[in-house]
């Protein structure tokens, strides 16, 4: 993922370094706290948040100091059949969900979210999203919020019950992060399913 970051970055440096060379300020990027060194111009900041947005990323311009900070959240979804807490406080998966065979059949699985590196905020807001093979969405799950303030890694699981998989080929399952400084939600992972062979 690093190499995506710094790709981007030196692409978008070669477009913006004729503004830089006119006069226009240097813009200081810091992605997940670390600071990359580019001669991109404070006028390509919008830019470089839509291209942030579309790598599943938040990001925070303050203009006073031309500083961009990119803040990705690392997030793993596992699709399951059971999902279950022992009394040693152990998780135990079961079943990992690659596909299944057949459509139009009332399905019942669970999604497993592991988030590092969230923004820290006290009202993150969560939603899971399965989306079809049309690309509209089958079902979008209730909002979760969370808050981020005292720790920006953690977990939880959350249950499709019943959902019906009426097309065949591969759905998406996305989670969706919105924090208020947001609008809108940004997709900040993804995990597939297939119905038929």
Aim: proline share 3%; hydrophobic share 35%; net charge positive.
């Amino acid at each position: 993922m690093k190499k995506r970051w710094i790709t981007a970055v030196l692409t978008l440096s070669m477009l913006g370094f004729g503004s830089v060379a006119l006069g226009d300020s240097v813009l200081k990027i810091y992605v997940n706290g670390d600071k990359i060194d580019s001669d991109i111009s404070a006028s390509d900041s919008k830019t470089i948040q839509k291209l942030a947005e579309k790598l599943g990323a938040f990001s925070n311009l303050d203009k006073s100091d031309s500083q961009l900070e990119i803040e990705k959240p690392k997030v793993n979804l596992l699709v399951l059949e059971g999902i279950q807490q022992l009394k040693n406080k152990n998780i135990l998966f079961t079943n990992p969900i690659q596909g299944y065979r057949d459509k139009n059949i009332p399905r019942t699985f669970n999604v497993f979210v592991d988030i590092d590196n969230a923004p820290v905020t006290d009202d993150l807001k969560i939603q899971l999203v399965l989306i079809g093979p049309n690309g509209k969405e089958v079902e979008d799950g209730k909002v979760m919020k969370f808050s981020t303030k005292k720790g920006t890694s953690f977990y939880f699981s959350y249950p499709f019950i019943s959902t019906k998989l009426g097309d065949y080929g591969t759905y998406k399952i996305q989670a969706k992060m919105k924090t208020d400084d947001y609008e809108d939600f940004v997709v900040v992972g993804e995990n597939t399913i297939t119905v038929g062979k």
